[in-house]
């Protein structure tokens, strides 16, 4: 993946902030792209051409895993790097299914994820059997996605108050 030099990247959150900390951490000699929902990735990939694309999970309501399908569908050979705070076994597998080639924890530094395309990191590391912090987050994650990210309807189906799951979404997932 090394092979070509990474000057323009399309970054694709739907928000500003993290854009923004993209753009800062590729430096002047990077030329970062931000697009906010799936109709302006279509736009600015028929207007521009990507050397990478980093894509976070959750796009308002559309999956990142959709996008990076796209991207993947379109453009085979362009690195995609899935990068979100919410990563369970199950979106991993998804994701490197679709098509991405890296699959990170939210912070990530593009430093860090340059390193990883260089080092040819394309399998995620997944645990055999994960620690009991991270299964009941998956699990939490896994509710929440099937409330549509109501988090009253999924304090009710995990049996606890809203303010609890809301405690608890405020914390970075579990790595291990």
Same mark, same amino acid.
């Given at each position: 993946m090394g092979e070509r030099p990474i000057r323009t990247v399309l970054v694709?959150? !739907?928000d500003e902030k993290i854009v923004? +900390?993209?753009r /800062?951490? +590729?430096g002047s000699d990077r030329t970062v792209i931000g697009a906010s929902d799936e109709a302006s990735v279509n736009r600015l990939l028929d207007e521009h051409e990507f !050397? @990478?694309?980093i894509v976070d999970l959750r796009i308002g309501s559309t999956s990142g895993i959709d996008i990076v399908r796209e991207l /993947? !569908? /379109?453009?085979?050979?362009l690195p995609i790097a899935l990068c979100s705070g919410y990563l369970s076994v199950e979106v991993t597998v998804a994701a490197v299914r679709a098509g991405a080639d890296i699959i990170a924890f939210k912070p990530i530094t593009f430093r860090e994820v340059l /390193?990883? @395309?260089e080092e040819g990191a394309t399998e995620p590391e997944i645990e055999e059997t994960p620690t009991l912090a991270r299964a009941e987050w998956e699990h939490i994650m896994r509710v929440l996605s099937d409330c549509e990210g109501n988090v009253t309807i999924a304090a009710r189906r995990l049996g606890i108050y809203r303010s609890s799951l809301q405690r608890r979404l405020r914390k970075y997932a579990p790595r291990e």
């Amino acid at each position: 993946m090394g092979e070509r030099p990474i000057r323009t990247v399309l970054v694709v959150d !739907d928000d500003e902030k993290i854009v923004g +900390a993209w753009r /800062r951490g +590729a430096g002047s000699d990077r030329t970062v792209i931000g697009a906010s929902d799936e109709a302006s990735v279509n736009r600015l990939l028929d207007e521009h051409e990507f !050397d @990478l694309a980093i894509v976070d999970l959750r796009i308002g309501s559309t999956s990142g895993i959709d996008i990076v399908r796209e991207l /993947r !569908d /379109r453009f085979p050979e362009l690195p995609i790097a899935l990068c979100s705070g919410y990563l369970s076994v199950e979106v991993t597998v998804a994701a490197v299914r679709a098509g991405a080639d890296i699959i990170a924890f939210k912070p990530i530094t593009f430093r860090e994820v340059l /390193r990883r @395309l260089e080092e040819g990191a394309t399998e995620p590391e997944i645990e055999e059997t994960p620690t009991l912090a991270r299964a009941e987050w998956e699990h939490i994650m896994r509710v929440l996605s099937d409330c549509e990210g109501n988090v009253t309807i999924a304090a009710r189906r995990l049996g606890i108050y809203r303010s609890s799951l809301q405690r608890r979404l405020r914390k970075y997932a579990p790595r291990e």
